[in-house]
């Protein structure tokens, strides 16, 4: 079956580094563009980082442009989010999301997700 595995996550103080990792499993993985997405409490879920499913092109939120960078390793069925620079409102669960479109149906793929906690 399909499964996304968040890890990574963690306590981290502000200016500090965090990597996460999305293990992906029941699916072509090459075959999807990959997100991160994070959900602050009382917010609404937002988008982090893109990579296209050959990792040619990312896209970022501008609140993270230049701190994280995302990545992906399509032999290893896995995607990454390099953080750096750490603020208290990246405070938030961050979520892997996989899409495929294939005509008129999307494949949409979601994992539990990971908290991160930025504090001093």
């Known amino acids: 079956q399909v499964q996304l595995v968040e890890s990574g996550g963690g306590l981290v103080q502000p200016g500090g580094s965090l990597r996460l990792s999305c293990a992906a499993s029941?699916?072509?993985?090459?075959?999807?563009?990959m997100t991160w997405y994070r959900q602050a409490p009382g917010k609404e879920r937002e988008l982090v980082a893109s990579?296209?499913?050959?990792?040619?092109?990312?896209d970022y939120a501008d609140s993270v442009k230049g701190r994280f960078t995302i990545s992906r390793d399509n032999a290893k069925s896995a995607v990454y989010l390099q953080m750096v620079g750490l603020k208290p409102e990246d405070t938030a669960v961050y979520y892997c999301?996989?899409?495929?479109?294939?005509?008129?149906?999307?494949?949409?793929?979601w994992g539990p997700g990971t908290q991160v906690t930025v504090s001093s």
């Open positions: 990579i296209t499913s050959l990792g040619g092109s990312t």
């Open positions: 999301n996989a899409r495929r479109r294939s005509g008129n149906v999307e494949y949409n793929y």
């Open positions: 029941g699916f072509i993985f090459s075959g999807y563009a």
